[in-house]
């Protein structure tokens, strides 16, 4: 039995669970965010992981920190193989917004002695590994998991998300000309608005008053433009049919190691604009238009240079990329491939 050990379930944990248990039986294992909680936490793991011991035969975490302690120092001494997904603030420190796992101490030790334990480190995205850092000069230009424990030995394996394309589609249907959309949730919090590039959206909106904007995931940001539309929560469903009435989608993030809405936007034939960030580039390639530096004035030059006549060439293009690169059999068969031996 794999147990599934999380912080948060997201549709990604949905999915990985889902395509693991095609061949294995799976127990997901919720942890907590809440630094209230943890003390609580920590007990209440300790005693499920024991108790479901005799029937464990593989740890499966998604992302390093508080969560996988436990499970990483159980599967060292029973020799049950661990395996670490990590997916992204794991694998920054990025002081400035108040964004990454290293910027706290005990957080950072937790994160740090997971990786170094584990059996084997499962990023969703090459950057995440290490690389140079050059969007906004006021975080470290060294990020990545081998630059921020530089005595990391553990094997690693990059293994990128995998996406539905029966699922996210291109409906064929009349978009908005000069549509924008972007999904992100928790942006009512100025930190989170910050990690996501909102206030960039702000600007464009106010620089372009005829153009449309529309920001899904978070029902209690309040936009300071008329032509910024917000909407809440949606299930996929929904998401796919608002995602087709959009020209362009929105990637402005300051920090991402493999953002899923990006990929599923394209799939749905959003033409992508997206920020020199972690995989946001190799996701996006010839696709779309890449903005390699925080700065509004570049960004309002790539708005306002958008070619309409383009538009159904590179949103086939785009849709083509992610199917080609990062379908959902490419991860399962990988996921899967692990739990053979």
């Known amino acids: 039995m794999i147990v599934y050990i999380y912080p948060v379930k997201t549709a990604f944990t949905e999915r990985?669970?889902?395509?693991?248990?095609?061949?294995?039986?799976?127990?997901?294992?919720?942890?907590?965010?809440?630094?209230?909680?943890?003390?609580?936490f920590f007990i209440l793991q300790?005693?499920?992981?024991?108790?479901?011991?005799?029937?464990?035969?593989?740890?499966?975490?998604?992302?390093?920190?508080?969560?996988?302690?436990?499970?990483?120092?159980l599967g060292k001494l029973f020799s049950i193989p661990t395996f670490i997904q990590a997916g992204g603030t794991d694998a920054v420190n990025m002081p400035s917004i108040n964004y990454g796992n290293?910027?706290?101490?005990?957080?950072?030790?937790?994160?740090?002695?997971s990786f170094l334990n584990c059996t084997k480190i499962l990023p969703v995205a090459e950057?995440?590994?290490?690389?140079?850092?050059?969007?906004?000069?006021?975080?470290?230009?060294?990020?990545?998991?081998?630059?921020?424990?530089?005595?990391?030995?553990?094997?690693?394996?990059v293994i990128y998300n995998g996406f539905d394309a029966e699922l996210w589609k291109d409906l064929g249907k009349k978009r908005t000309p000069y549509?924008?959309?972007?999904?992100?949730?928790?942006?009512?919090?100025?930190?989170?608005?910050?990690?996501k590039g909102i206030d960039l959206i702000e600007n464009l909106a106010k620089e372009f008053p005829d153009f449309h904007f529309t920001l899904i995931g978070d029902a209690s940001y309040l936009p300071k433009r008329k032509n910024i539309k917000v909407v809440g929560s949606l299930n996929q469903t929904e998401i796919v049919a608002i995602l087709n009435e959009h020209q362009y989608y929105l990637q402005l993030s300051t920090s991402e190691g493999f953002p899923n809405a990006l990929a599923e936007a394209m799939l749905c034939g959003c033409v992508p604009i997206g920020s020199a960030v972690g995989d946001i580039p190799n996701i996006i390639a010839d696709t779309g238009v890449i903005l390699e530096s925080r700065d509004i004035k570049n960004l309002k030059n790539i708005i306002s240079s958008l070619d309409q006549s383009l538009f159904d060439l590179k949103s086939e293009m785009a849709r083509k990329r992610i199917i080609l690169n990062f379908s959902f059999e490419k991860r399962r068969n990988a996921l899967l491939s692990l739990f053979q031996s």
């Open 16 to 40: 990985d669970i889902l395509m693991l248990r095609s061949e294995h039986r799976v127990k997901p294992l919720p942890f907590t965010q809440s630094p209230i909680l943890l003390p609580l």
């Open 46 to 73: 300790f005693f499920q992981l024991l108790l479901l011991l005799p029937f464990t035969t593989h740890y499966m975490c998604f992302f390093g920190g508080y969560h996988s302690v436990i499970p990483v120092f």
């Open 102 to 113: 290293y910027r706290k101490k005990w957080l950072k030790k937790a994160t740090t002695y």
């Open 127 to 157: 950057s995440l590994v290490a690389y140079d850092y050059s969007y906004d000069s006021s975080i470290p230009k060294k990020q990545g998991l081998k630059n921020l424990i530089p005595n990391l030995k553990t094997p690693i394996e």
């Open 179 to 195: 549509s924008f959309i972007t999904v992100a949730k928790g942006i009512s919090k100025i930190q989170r608005a910050k990690v």
